[in-house]
Structures are given as structure tokens and as C-alpha cells.
T-cell receptor, first 114, second 110 residues
Framework: KAGVTQTPRYLIKTRGQQVTLSCSPI?????VSWYQQTPGQGLQFLFE???????NKGNFPGRFSGRQFSNSRSEMNVSTLELGDSALYLC?????????????FGSGTRLTVV | LAKTTQPISMDSYEGQEVNITCSHN???????ITWYQQFPSQGPRFIIQ???TKVTNEVASLFIPADRKSSTLSLPRVSLSDTAVYYC???????????FGDGTTLTVKP
């Protein structure tokens, strides 16, 4: 079956711009989580969506936002980009229920802010 | 979520068994222990998950003592392709918010 698909794979943006990243979860997975990974901070949780509702949120400024659609696809948006937002953004999806076996991650979107 | 502590790095040779231990003293009753593997510029990949005692799948084993304050990921007969960062996570099985620690960088040498 198809895995978690993130688009685009690479992105270069200028400071002050905004960006939207997309994530298509595994079919049937209703939970989608987003993570930011940088060499200095490691993997940091951004937020989680389940059934179109944000269920958990990490410690990121309001410039980072997301949403989930009725087909479980999710987008995250970063406004007013800063150089420090350069990172690998990872999306993960999961079945939620009694037999949950962890999260399946996509390959990520590499965002470079110049 | 429970904080985890892992060794920063480990070295091994091809064909050896590798054991990576994770400490999680504050694990809660409903917490599961999950291990992920990550290669550079890729997302983490689920390896194994357990609650207590021993769990084994086709790639690894997970040993959890009775007090559950630690766990050990065992990789049998590692190869060069097992060189990666390994993360131990502790939390509810269906939690969307997972706290990744610094992970253990495993380097397998020929």
C-alpha cells in the first residue's frame, strides 16, 4: 500500500514569505502529526490532527499552523518565514485504536529559507 | 510524557548483535515503548513497540524488565545498512504527540 506522501520534497523560500506543505496519510489513517527536524533541536513535535480537529500542539509560535481535510490529508502553513525555519518537516500518520503500532513517517519536505 | 535517556552513540561491527538501552524512570501505567530508526534526510521508521516482557519481530527484539523503567532494543547480526539513528519513545500507544529524545547514533563498521 502507498506510504505517507509529502509534497514538495524540496522548497526554497525567502524570509518573510509564507509556505504551505502537504501531507497525504496512509489510506485509513485518521491521525496526522507534524514534526520539525533541525540539527540543533532534533525532532520537535508541531501538532497533531485527528478527524479534522487539532488534538495536540507543540511549543511553536502562531506562525505555524495546520489543518486537516475530511479525507485526512493535512497541510501545514508557516507565515512570515525566518531563517531559523529552515528544517526538514516531517509528517506522520497512524491508525488510532486498540491495535496502534506506532506512526508511519513520510520522507519529509526540506525547507530552506534564504 | 516520560523523558528518555539513551547513549549518544555506539559502534559495532558487521555480524554482531547490538543492544541499545533506554532509561525511562517516569514511565506511566498506560505508556508503551516504541523504537524508531532514522537514516539521513528520511523520516523515522517504526521498528518495534512493546508494553512489557519481550517482543520480537522480523528485524528486532525489545526487552522490557518487570519495573518497565528501562528497555533494550536488540538488533541481531547488524550490517552496514543498520548504521542510523535509533530513537526510543515512551507514551500512550495512540498518542499523537511523541517526544523524541536525542537518539543513539549507531555506526556499523566492516
Amino acid at each position: 500500500k502507498a506510504g505517507v506522501t509529502q509534497t514538495p520534497r524540496y522548497l526554497i523560500k525567502t524570509r518573510g514569505q509564507q509556505v504551505t506543505l502537504s501531507c497525504s496519510p496512509i489510506s485509513g489513517h485518521r491521525s496526522v502529526s507534524w514534526y520539525q527536524q533541525t540539527p540543533g533541536q532534533g525532532l520537535q513535535f508541531l501538532f497533531e490532527y485527528f478527524s479534522e480537529t487539532q488534538r495536540n500542539k507543540g511549543n511553536f509560535p502562531g506562525r505555524f499552523s495546520g489543518r486537516q481535510f475530511s479525507n485526512s490529508r493535512s497541510e501545514m502553513n508557516v507565515s512570515t518565514l525566518e531563517l531559523g525555519d529552515s528544517a526538514l518537516y516531517l509528517c506522520a500518520s497512524s491508525l488510532v485504536g486498540q491495535n496502534n503500532y506506532g506512526y508511519t513517517f513520510g520522507s519529509g519536505t526540506r525547507l530552506t529559507v534564504v | 510524557l516520560a523523558k528518555t535517556t539513551q547513549p549518544i552513540s555506539m559502534d559495532s561491527y558487521e555480524g554482531q548483535e547490538v543492544n541499545i538501552t533506554c532509561s525511562h524512570n517516569n514511565i506511566a501505567t498506560n505508556d508503551y515503548i516504541t523504537w524508531y530508526q532514522q537514516f539521513p534526510s528520511q523520516g523515522p521508521r517504526f521498528i518495534i513497540q512493546g508494553y512489557k516482557t519481550k517482543v520480537t519481530n522480523e528485524v528486532a527484539s525489545l526487552f522490557i524488565p518487570a519495573d518497565r523503567k528501562s528497555s533494550t532494543l536488540s538488533l541481531p547480526r547488524v550490517s552496514l545498512s543498520d548504521t542510523a539513528v535509533y530513537y526510543c519513545l515512551v507514551g500512550p500507544a495512540n498518542a499523537g504527540k511523541s517526544t523524541f529524545g536525542d537518539g543513539t547514533t549507531l555506526t556499523v563498521k566492516p
